[in-house]
């Protein structure tokens, strides 16, 4: 990954934000789910409205295809027409947590690449891993992680967070047995601080806590990191990504716009008039404000434990209260 890099561009035309793509090589573990035609379509508007389109990271998974060439094979039409587009509009590129070959977008795509875009006087953008407490200053481990999971997903199938996107038996099952190694964690931990590995225990605790935070309503746990980075960063609005949870919310005298994801059946994005942002689905048409982000919002995610969780969660037989009333509301 490149050094960090700032550009700033003016607030004079509609301004469209997409992120976390995760194109991959088009099998099963490819989470974009083939959606190019839909995402061909939000492209026709950027570039008929004369806007300027920017990516927000991760528009590729390089964990999940390993090699470029498996990528272009699936997705060639809409990675030819990004490419088309930043020569007739202009597509900035902020790189995130997954893109590890920089150079490629520049030179290949030809967009323009940064890892922190400035937009007018005060709104700032970025892909949102700095906020990340676990990812953030761990990237190299993090892609590890990633790595393997993406190799067990080829294996098994489908083993995802968040449970009610793939609300399978094996996902179930494996959700399941979290919990059952959660009491043997615990175990361990106490074991660790009895020899006086209290800080090889407070690890593996800290990790916990923060899948269970990002289950429960606050992904990747950046929420309020963020809002604290944006009064750092001098920043009214900060856009980000990375989270996969889209809407637009005020806390604290700043404005935080989260794009959402293009993965599973989610296709959202972002656009800025130069006065106003609006966070949609393109696909449905729903429009996001602060509705998902309520319960962090409130404090009910501040002593959230793996044991709280589960004893909200779990309906026996396999059975998980978000995912059922999900499954429910579809019906």
């Known amino acids: 990954m490149e050094a960090t890099r ?13 992120s976390d793509l995760h194109l991959g090589d088009g099998s099963r573990s ?3 789910m083939r959606k190019d035609q839909a995402l061909l379509e939000l492209l026709a508007r950027v570039r008929d409205e004369g806007a300027r389109l920017v990516i ?7 964990y999940q295809a390993w090699d470029l060439t498996s990528v272009l094979k699936a997705h060639g039409p809409l990675l030819r027409a990004l490419s088309e587009l930043a020569d007739r509009n202009g597509v900035t590129y902020i790189y995130g947590n997954h893109d590890h070959d920089i150079a490629l977008f520049h030179e290949l795509f030809r967009w323009d690449v940064c890892s922190t ?9 970025q892909h949102g ?34 449970l009610h996107e793939f609300y399978t038996p094996a996902n179930r099952l494996v959700y ?6 959660w009491h043997l964690l615990k175990f361990r931990s106490w074991v660790f601080r009895r020899v006086g590995l209290a800080k090889m225990a407070q690890r593996a605790e800290d990790w916990v806590s923060y899948w269970v935070r990002s289950e429960s309503g606050d992904p990747m746990s950046m929420l309020f990191p963020a809002l604290r980075g944006a009064q750092q960063l001098g920043a009214s609005t900060l856009v ?50 602060d509705e998902l982000y309520r319960t962090a919002l409130s404090g009910e995610l501040v002593n959230i ?27």
């Open 6 to 18: 700032e550009k700033r561009i003016a607030a004079d035309r509609p301004i469209y934000f997409i």
């Open 30 to 32: 490819d989470i974009f």
């Open 56 to 62: 927000v990271g991760d528009a590729i998974d390089f």
């Open 117 to 125: 875009l400035r937009i007018g006087p005060d709104i700032v953008v």
């Open 129 to 162: 891993h700095q906020f990340d407490p676990f990812i953030g200053p761990e990237l190299q481990s993090s892609a590890l992680i990633t790595r393997i999971h993406h190799a067990i997903e080829r294996i098994v199938g489908w083993v995802r967070m968040p």
């Open 176 to 181: 399941w047995a979290f919990h059952k190694w």
């Open 240 to 289: 980000c990504g990375h989270a996969h949870m889209p809407g637009v919310l005020n806390q604290g005298g700043v404005r935080y716009v989260n794009t959402g994801s293009w993965t599973y059946g989610y296709a959202q994005y972002a656009k800025f008039d130069g006065e106003e942002f609006v966070v949609r689905d393109w696909i449905t048409g729903r429009e996001f404000g």
């Open 305 to 331: 434990t793996m044991d709280r969780w589960w004893e909200n969660q779990y309906l026996g037989w396999f059975r998980f209260r978000s995912a059922e009333l999900r499954r429910q509301s579809a019906e």
